[in-house]
């Protein structure tokens, strides 16, 4: 079974610029969350998104937001991109209870903005 | 308050011998749940091993289990055995409910690992 996949893996950036990552869930999980991770830093909660609905946001600016669509994928959205974006930003996919398993994560989005 | 805190930023252990990490975490809510997730270089973050709040016995999952200490708000992972490939960075996680209805998880700032030969 392919696991949580993200595309693209890496992406450079200019500041100002509008980026789009993407995340494609375990077949079965209907729950997508979105983490950035900076470095040395653990994952911070952006997004967590359930039957296309937002269920939860952390403590991000307007300039972040998502959407989940009928097969469950996700796109993460930033726009006018600021230095202080660059980061790892992880997808994590569950089953709707949270299953006793915690989230699944993929591989991550290195995103640099210069 | 840090809801989860790993204070323990770099250690170092000899390949087969035992390891802990510390964590300590924060909540009132009496429902959560406590995780460990490895990071390699290459980015993925790694399930390692789960502890329910209400769970009487220490988790454990092959070479790593978690010694939780309710009390003392602390869930502590042991790798037993290290081998070059438990080199990586550990981070404990805490999920706790939310009042949007969501689980929240909230992870620590991470302890880098490096086993020695």
């Known amino acids: 079974d392919a696991g949580v996949t993200q595309s693209p893996t890496h992406l450079i950036k200019t500041r100002g610029q509008h980026v789009t990552l993407r995340c494609s869930p375990i077949s079965g999980h209907k729950s997508v969350s979105w983490y950035q991770q900076v470095l040395g830093q653990g994952p911070q909660f952006i997004f967590q998104?359930?039957?296309?609905?937002?269920?939860g946001r952390g403590n991000f600016p307007d300039r972040f937001s998502a959407r989940q669509f009928p097969n469950y994928s996700s796109e993460l959205n930033v726009n006018a991109l600021l230095l202080g974006d660059s980061a790892l930003y992880l997808c994590a996919s569950t089953l709707p209870d949270n299953t006793l398993y915690g989230y699944t994560f993929g591989s991550g989005t290195r995103l640099t903005v210069v | 308050a840090q809801k989860i805190t790993q204070t323990q930023p770099g250690m170092f252990v000899q390949e087969k011998e035992a390891v802990t990490l510390d964590c300590t975490y924060d909540t009132s809510d009496p429902s959560y749940g406590l995780f460990w997730y490895k990071q390699p270089s290459s980015g993925e973050m790694i399930f390692l091993i789960y502890q329910g709040s209400y769970d009487q016995q220490n988790a454990t999952e092959g070479r790593y289990s978690l010694n939780f200490q309710k009390a003392r708000k602390s869930a502590n992972l042991v790798i037993s055995a290290s081998q070059l490939g438990d080199s990586a960075m550990y981070f404990c996680?805490?999920?706790?409910?939310?009042?949007?209805?969501?689980?929240?998880?909230?992870f620590g700032i991470g302890t880098k690992l490096q086993v020695i030969p």
């Open positions: 998104y359930y039957e296309k609905e937002e269920r």
């Open positions: 996680a805490m999920r706790e409910a939310s009042s949007g209805g969501y689980q929240k998880v909230t």
